[in-house]
């Protein structure tokens, strides 16, 4: 078995999504940074998205994962693991893990917490992780929640990611797949070139660029993304990828139902198109809800299956790329 092919019998048997309540439309931002009305969705495809106003990333995540605790049948009490599958962070410490499993009222439950965190790749990290786990029988049911605020971080000295990125919070109740159930991960792939790690990046918060450091420049805590540089990293190094992942998908989606990218930007979804994916197996929530970090997959799969676009027994592609300069990619069934 190569490290892409897994044919691990993980099954979702849940799905949850909390969104904040201010939806915050392009005008808004439009007037803000002086942008000229409609500029926003021409360049980035979003026509609204979401900020919180007093919400946490802890509490977000753990709205989510009650909807997908109710849809899979089970109490909080009967998790076995909590996987953070977020690409920012609440606090540096404690682990955002600890912080969702006390919002879940878990808190001496001793139910083991951690993180998984690839930026935008998180969500689907975490299922490679989980996957493994129940292969080995160590866990039974395990909670994957991503929640990101990014409203926080944004930078008005670069309007395009400033008016791209929304907050969401998406989750995943997963357990091991029983005799005769076909629902697995056939394939799993990731690569990381760091020569693309200052692409995107917040430089501060880390122990290099402190805040308590002398001379610290406010602008290291803010987001910073050179979104046609990756974009130029990404299509030099595509193709080989998903040929690695999953033969002749540079081409076409061979027997895959439906593709759920990360809701990267307007022209990375543009860009599926080249490999002759039609437009229709794409499944897309960029326009109203923006790039969400990791929480775009995990919240893009719940409008999938909630609006039966991707129904039990069906061949789903997860997809997309991260900060590092990272790609992802999994092949799994339903």
């Known amino acids: 078995m190569t490290g892409r092919d897994r044919h691990q019998a993980l099954k979702i048997i849940g799905t949850g999504r909390y969104l904040p309540q201010r939806i915050v ?40 994962a009650r909807e997908a605790l109710d849809e899979a049948g089970l109490k909080p009490d009967q998790l076995s693991l909590i996987i953070n599958a977020s690409g920012t962070a609440e606090q540096a410490i404690p682990d955002n893990g600890a912080l969702i499993q006390r919002q879940l009222g878990l808190g001496r439950s001793g139910i083991p917490a951690m993180s998984v965190n690839t930026t935008c790749l998180s969500f ?56 005769g159930d076909t629902s697995c991960i056939h394939h799993a792939h990731f690569k990381t070139w760091g020569d693309g790690a200052f ?93 969400c970090v990791a929480a775009s997959l995990p919240s893009t799969l719940y409008q999938a299956v909630h609006d039966k676009k991707l129904q039990r027994g069906q061949k789903l592609l997860l997809v997309g790329t991260g900060a590092g300069l990272s790609i992802g990619g999994m092949v799994m069934t339903y």
């Open 199 to 291: 692409l995107t990046s917040i430089m501060g918060g880390g122990s290099a660029r402190h805040p308590a450091k002398p001379g610290h420049n406010p602008d290291d805590d803010l987001f910073h993304m050179d979104g046609p540089a990756v974009l130029r990293m990404v299509r030099g190094l595509d193709e080989a990828f998903l040929e690695e992942l999953y033969p002749g998908l540079s081409k076409s989606l061979v027997d895959i139902d439906l593709v759920v990218p990360h809701q990267s930007s307007k022209v990375g979804l543009l860009l599926l198109q080249r490999y002759g994916w039609p437009e229709d197996k794409i499944m897309q929530t960029l326009g109203w809800l923006g790039n």
């Open 124 to 179: 689907m990290s975490a299922l490679d992780v989980a996957a493994t786990y129940l292969q080995t029988g160590r866990y039974r049911n395990i909670l994957i929640a991503s929640s990101d605020i990014s409203s926080c971080g944004i930078n008005p000295k670069e309007p395009e990611s400033a008016t791209l990125v929304g907050d969401a919070a998406g989750a995943v109740v997963v357990t091991r797949a029983g005799a």
């Open 25 to 64: 439309p392009n005008s808004e931002l439009e007037a803000l940074y002086g942008l000229s009305p409609g500029w926003v969705e021409r360049r980035n495809g979003v026509r609204e998205r979401r900020w919180v106003t007093t919400e946490t990333a802890s509490f977000m995540a753990a709205e989510a």
